[in-house]
C-alpha cells in the first residue's frame, strides 16, 4: 500500500531493492563482514567516526569497547564512543598493540598520507588484529567525477544527488590513494598485514535519488556490473579485511 507521504524513492527503493529475495544494502553487508571476523568481546577502535554514524552504532551495540580516532573535534560528539583521540593526520596518539581491531568506514578515501595510516593501524592492533573497512572503488563513475571535480563542485552536488536535506554536513576533501585494489593490498603488505579478504559490491544508486531518470540509468549500470565478476572491478565500493600476523616476519 502506498502512502499519502511515501515518496518516490522510497517507492522505487522497495520495489528494485529491498522486496527483492535476500537482498541487503552496503551497510547492512558490511557490519556483517565486521560480525564474521571480530568476536564480541573484541576491542575496537574506529577511524574517522565523525559526530555519528550507523557503523559507530553497530560495533558499539554489538563489541565490548569503542574508541574513536578523527581529526576533526566533532567526533566528540559521537554519543557511541568512549574515548575519543583527535590528531593531525600524522603519528597517532595511541600506545602499541592496544586494539582488536581497527575499523575505517568511508574513510581511506580522504588520507593524503595512506602509508602512514596503514603503519600507524599495525602498531596499534594486538598481533592477529584485524583492519576492516569499506571505501568507495576508483574505477567507479561516482568516484571519477569526484577526482576530476574541484572540490567545491563536488559539495554543491553530492548532497543533492543523494537527496540529503540542506544542513547536512558538506563532504571532506577526496584523494583516492587508495582506492584500488591492487594498491590497497601493495600497502597492506608492505605495512606486514595479511589479506584476509577483499570484495567489490555495487548496491542501490544512492547517487540517483535527485531524479527519476538518474536513478534508472544507474540502476541500470548496477545490474550491469552485477551480471558477472568479469566486471567487479567497475563496482562502486571496496571491502577489505586484512590481518596483524601473530608472529613477526
Not at 527483492?20 to 568476536?39: A, C, D, M, P, Y
Not at 565523525?50 to 552504532?57: E, H, I, L, V, Y
Not at 565490548?64 to 590528531?87: F, M, Q, T, W
Request: net charge positive; with cysteine; glycine share 6%.
Amino acid at each position: 500500500m502506498i502512502t499519502l507521504n511515501e515518496t518516490w524513492q522510497e517507492r522505487y527503493l522497495d520495489r528494485f531493492y529491498r522486496k527483492r529475495k535476500n537482498w541487503v544494502n552496503g551497510t547492512q553487508q558490511f557490519h556483517e563482514l565486521i560480525r564474521k571476523h571480530l568476536s564480541e568481546d573484541k576491542q575496537i577502535l574506529e577511524l574517522g567516526p565523525g559526530p555519528q554514524n550507523k557503523t559507530s552504532a553497530f560495533l558499539c551495540g554489538n563489541f565490548a569497547s569503542l574508541d574513536g580516532l578523527d581529526v576533526d573535534e566533532e567526533a566528540r560528539k559521537n554519543p557511541h564512543l568512549r574515548n575519543v583521540y583527535i590528531y593531525d593526520g600524522g603519528d597517532w596518539p595511541i600506545k602499541d598493540d592496544s586494539y582488536d581491531a581497527v575499523v575505517a568506514d568511508f574513510v581511506l578515501e580522504h588520507l593524503e598520507n595512506p602509508a602512514k595510516t596503514v603503519a600507524e593501524a599495525f602498531r596499534v592492533l594486538r598481533p592477529g588484529g584485524m583492519f576492516i573497512f569499506r571505501t568507495p572503488n576508483l574505477w567507479h563513475y561516482v568516484s571519477m567525477i569526484s577526482l576530476l571535480s574541484p572540490h567545491w563542485f563536488h559539495n554543491l552536488v553530492a548532497n543533492r544527488l543523494r537527496n540529503i536535506p540542506p544542513g547536512a554536513h558538506d563532504p571532506y576533501p577526496t584523494y583516492y590513494r587508495m582506492n584500488r585494489c591492487r594498491t590497497i593490498r601493495s600497502l597492506m603488505r608492505k605495512a606486514g598485514f595479511d589479506e584476509v579478504e577483499l570484495v567489490m559490491i555495487e548496491k542501490n544508486p544512492s547517487y540517483g535519488m535527485y531524479s527519476r531518470v538518474l536513478f534508472f540509468l544507474f540502476m541500470g549500470y548496477e545490474r550491469l556490473v552485477n551480471s558477472s565478476n568479469l566486471l567487479s572491478m567497475f563496482r562502486v565500493n571496496i571491502l577489505g579485511v586484512f590481518a596483524k600476523p601473530h608472529t613477526a616476519r
